[in-house]
């Protein structure tokens, strides 16, 4: 089945900095990988996910790459903001959330 | 919209005792439907998952159970906890293919 690893395990930015999350996958067949902010005390969030037909898709300060040679995909947040901070976690699949695997997260920490 | 509710938020039980933690979900119709737990400090875990009524696929042998009564409504159970079982547990819907959208979850804590 798929194995997802996801690094660092935390990570301190600068307020304004970049933040960047790196994450590999074993299943070359995955096809779909979301990204999802967790907050503290709640359900993770989904806040950007791309398909594996393209290698980059943005949404205002936060963008994901995608190498499907290497089977790696990355989260990169720019210009972080202390509301950045919480605990971010990648996933992969086929497209079929049956089999969604997740990284074991990356606490994320934007100092004011 | 779609909204989905899971209660209740906090848990704390004896071991040895039942657990029941209920999920549903609303503005949809004949979503999948997903229990995760989440060990402290780590990633999440698919425990089981629905793609209709009566229908429940075990990921992972344990101690629970899971059982989907109607169309939106997903229930965790256990007839015994072990201390073991404590965690935060996660509810999630999806229309089908992704994404995945999760409730605030419920953190059970065996005593």
């Known amino acids: 089945g798929e194995n997802v690893e996801q690094h660092p395990s935390t990570l301190s930015v600068q307020e304004g900095d970049s933040a960047v999350i790196k994450c590999t996958y074993s299943?070359?067949?995955?096809?779909?990988f979301p990204w999802y902010k967790q907050e503290l005390g709640k359900g993770p969030q989904l806040i950007i996910d791309i398909r594996s037909n393209v290698g980059e898709k943005k949404d205002q300060r936060i963008a994901v790459t995608l190498n499907k040679t290497a089977k790696h995909f990355s989260l990169h947040i720019t210009e972080t903001q202390p509301e950045d901070s919480a605990v971010y976690f990648c996933a992969a699949s086929r497209y079929n959330n049956n089999d969604m695997r997740f990284g074991a997260g990356t606490r994320l920490t934007v100092k004011p | 919209s779609q909204t989905i509710h899971q209660w209740p938020a906090t848990l704390v039980q004896p071991v040895g005792s039942p657990l029941s933690l209920e999920c549903t979900v609303e503005g949809t119709s004949n979503p999948n439907l997903y229990w995760y737990r989440q060990a402290a400090g780590r990633g999440l875990q698919l425990l089981f998952y629905s793609v209709g009524i009566g229908q429940i696929s075990s990921e992972v042998p344990q101690n629970l159970s899971a059982s989907r009564p109607q169309d939106r409504q997903f229930i965790l159970s256990s007839k015994k906890l072990l201390l073991s079982d404590s965690g935060f547990y996660l509810c999630?819907?999806?229309?089908?293919?992704?994404?995945?959208?999760f409730g605030n979850g419920t953190r059970l804590t065996v005593t």
């Open positions: 299943d070359s067949a995955s096809n779909y």
């Open positions: 999630a819907w999806s229309p089908g293919p992704a994404p995945l959208h």
